[in-house]
């Protein structure tokens, strides 16, 4: 048992902490928008996960059967949600650091960002299917699977925003704010083409 729980551990992480549109827009708001709305993002991404991850665990059968006809509509949701984002990055106006605004950013985001990205979905069922589905107590192992993804991407993505935060120190200048901008928005954008292939 703790074998697997060591597992689950690990494949939770790993899937967090590798980049994607969720990471990249927690760093960003911890830069413009300053850590307290990165981590109301980085709550509701986390909790909209731990969501998706139950979720798989007791419609797995039901899903995977679902899947390829929603697979389109959640790319295209995603990827225009994502692409606003991106626009909304790209054409941010050169601010203060010290002063924080209400941005688009924040805990229903989060959430919302979470549960159109299909690599979400994926990541929870191949764990699901892993660690969860055939063994003998699946609901005790579904409800420890999906605690350990809410811690997993809490640390994940909140590892990002403090990534955003780190920066910001170094971003006081406001062509390198504008740059910095610019690229993340780019990187958001080509993100989008991972949804697609």
């Not at 811690?151 to 909140?158: F, I, K, N």
Request: proline content about 3%; some cysteine.
């Amino acid at each position: 048992m703790l074998s697997q729980l060591l597992a689950m551990m690990m494949f939770a992480i790993v899937g967090a902490v590798t980049p994607g549109p969720v990471n990249l827009i927690a760093t960003s708001t911890a830069m413009n928008r300053g850590m307290r709305t990165a981590l109301m993002y980085v709550a509701g991404a986390s909790v909209a996960y731990a969501l998706v991850v139950f979720l798989c665990g007791l419609l797995m059968h039901s899903i995977a059967l679902a899947l390829p006809k929603l697979q389109l509509t959640m790319q295209i949701v995603g990827s225009l949600f994502i692409l606003y984002l991106a626009y909304k990055i790209f054409s941010a106006p050169i601010v203060s650091l010290q002063l924080r605004e209400r941005y688009l950013v924040g805990f229903w985001s989060g959430i919302f960002t979470q549960m159109v990205n299909p690599k979400a979905w994926l990541v929870a069922m191949s764990g699901i299917s892993l660690y969860v589905i055939g063994a003998r107590d699946e609901m005790l192992l579904l409800l420890m699977f999906t605690t350990i993804s809410l811690a997993a991407c809490l640390t994940g993505v909140g590892v990002w925003a403090l990534l955003g935060r780190v920066l910001t120190h170094h971003l006081q200048d406001s062509t390198k704010q504008l740059v910095f901008n610019k690229v993340m928005a780019g990187l958001l954008a080509v993100s989008v083409s991972m949804i697609w292939l």
